[in-house]
């Protein structure tokens, strides 16, 4: 987690409220990645950039977006959010490379009520 | 359809014996393999990787094998120490660049004193 943080670390939030989850680097790493976790699913991939202004899906994107406007920072959006995006969120960041793979943010524990 | 899996979700073993954790994948295209080991609260860390041209590799106490036929790997832990308490994520890296990581479900390790 050195190097990357995430805001909030926990948050309450109402059923239909946007929600933005923030993570900053200071490595200059250029992929960013969210996901969340949930018991019985592991770690599920939301959205990941592979750039500024370069951003694409995961494999659970329904009901998130994202943006990176700086290399530093990538924003996790909940645009309307439901009970079922409860759940813990963390961010990664990577050079690419496979052999380390990613450093991990402490995570946000977001419940939707 | 989940590409990367742990079958068992948790793991009890005394102090001192070898702790093995399991982990099966569908996707031949992998190129390499990572182990993470998560604490309640934190991220997860990475712990040891290996690549798919590979069948074994050790670090300290902390050996992975892998089994490409049977499109298996293992953690072994050797000797377990109560330290070991975590929840450990087994993930898996495609061919592409963009350095997405696949992870497992999941294994709960108790290591009892």
């Known amino acids: 987690d050195a190097g990357i943080t995430q805001s909030p670390r926990h948050k309450v939030t109402e059923t239909g409220t946007p929600v933005t989850l923030r993570c900053h680097q200071t490595?200059?790493?250029?992929?960013m990645y969210w996901y969340r976790q949930d018991p019985g699913h592991g770690l599920r991939l939301i959205h990941y950039s592979y750039g500024v202004k370069d951003t694409d899906k995961g494999e659970v994107s329904d009901g998130y977006s994202v943006s990176r406007s700086k290399t530093e920072d990538f924003l996790l959006t909940l645009e309307s959010a439901t009970s079922s995006q409860t759940s813990v969120y963390f961010c990664?960041?990577?050079?690419?490379?496979?052999?380390?793979?990613?450093?991990f943010g402490s995570g946000t524990r977001l419940t939707v009520v | 359809d989940q590409q990367v899996k742990q079958n068992s979700p948790s793991l009890s073993v005394q102090e001192g014996r070898i702790s093995i954790l399991n982990c099966d994948y569908t996707n031949s295209m992998f190129d390499y393999f990572l182990w993470y080991k998560k604490y309640p609260a934190e991220g997860p860390t990475f712990l040891i990787s290996?690549?798919?041209?590979?069948d074994k590799n050790e670090d300290g106490r902390f050996t992975v094998f892998l089994n490409k036929s049977a499109k298996h790997l293992s953690l072994h832990i050797v000797p377990s120490q109560p330290g070991d308490s975590a929840v450990y994520f087994c993930?898996?890296?495609?061919?592409?660049?963009?350095?997405?990581?696949?992870f497992g479900q999941g294994t709960t390790l108790q290591v009892k004193p």
């Open positions: 290996i690549s798919s041209i590979k």
């Open positions: 993930a898996a890296h495609g061919s592409s660049n963009t350095g997405k990581l696949i």
């Open positions: 490595e200059n790493h250029r992929y």
């Open positions: 990664a960041i990577s050079t690419g490379g496979a052999v380390y793979g990613y450093t």
